[in-house]
């Protein structure tokens, strides 16, 4: 079970570029790595998924190296509304759900005017 | 847009009550997942179910059991609640496309 380390928490400003990093060492080959985001009182939302290189989407970029033993999440250009906990998950690589979806501790990010 | 919904946003209840929490998607999802999520604790995987009558225990089971009797539906059942119970129970299921997950609002118990 691919465990992932994130940092607890960081801070940045307004229209700032925000890069987020996850460490998942024992990824498995089948494994996808997934990132949410989280707001106070709400269940997490879908941000983005890759499985290797990079992936972008119209709201964020996903970095994921050769090894796959790390990703990042880059934020462009955030604003105040991006203040959330945001989730590195690894796993559901296979169409059986007996593959555990765990989820790290988070990383909560304040953006400051 | 995929719907997963819970059956209370908020819920209080006595020391020892067995409690339901329900939790329905509507998109014909396989899978479907129980959290709980503490403060500094993160989201913890209570149970999930890969099908229809089927069910696997995740990190935290113990106090909790399941039921999956409807693919849309997946119960996460109390059967003496107590106070180390209280928490935001959280529902999901899980595409079959990008493989990521859809969650419920929450449902925030305190058990008294």
């Known amino acids: 079970l691919a465990k992932t380390t994130q940092p607890i928490s960081m801070d940045s400003y307004e229209g700032q570029e925000v890069n987020i990093t996850c460490s998942h060492n024992n990824i498995a080959t089948n494994d996808y790595i997934t990132w949410y985001q989280q707001f106070p009182s709400q269940g997490p939302r879908f941000i983005i998924q890759?499985?290797?290189t990079k992936v972008t989407n119209e709201v964020a970029s996903l970095f994921i190296p050769a090894d796959r033993k790390s990703s990042t999440l880059s934020l462009p250009r955030v604003s105040l509304s991006d203040t959330a906990v945001y989730y590195c998950?690894?796993?559901?690589?296979?169409?059986?759900?007996?593959?555990?979806?765990?989820f790290g501790g988070g990383t909560r990010l304040m953006v400051k005017p | 847009d995929v719907k997963v919904t819970q059956s209370s946003r908020y819920l209080v209840k006595r020391t020892g009550e067995k409690v339901f929490l329900e939790c329905v998607q509507d998109m014909d999802h396989e899978n479907m997942f129980w959290y709980r999520q503490d403060p500094g604790l993160g989201l913890r995987l209570i149970y999930f179910s890969y099908d229809v009558k089927m069910k696997e225990k995740g990190d935290i089971p113990e106090g909790y059991s399941v039921s999956r009797e409807k693919k849309e539906r997946f119960s996460l059942i109390l059967e003496s609640a107590s106070t180390n119970q209280t928490s935001m129970y959280l529902c999901a299921s899980i595409g079959q496309v990008l493989r990521e997950q859809y969650f419920g609002p929450g449902t925030r118990l305190t058990v008294t």
């Open positions: 998950l690894v796993g559901a690589g296979s169409n059986n759900a007996g593959n555990m979806l765990t």
């Open positions: 890759g499985y290797k």
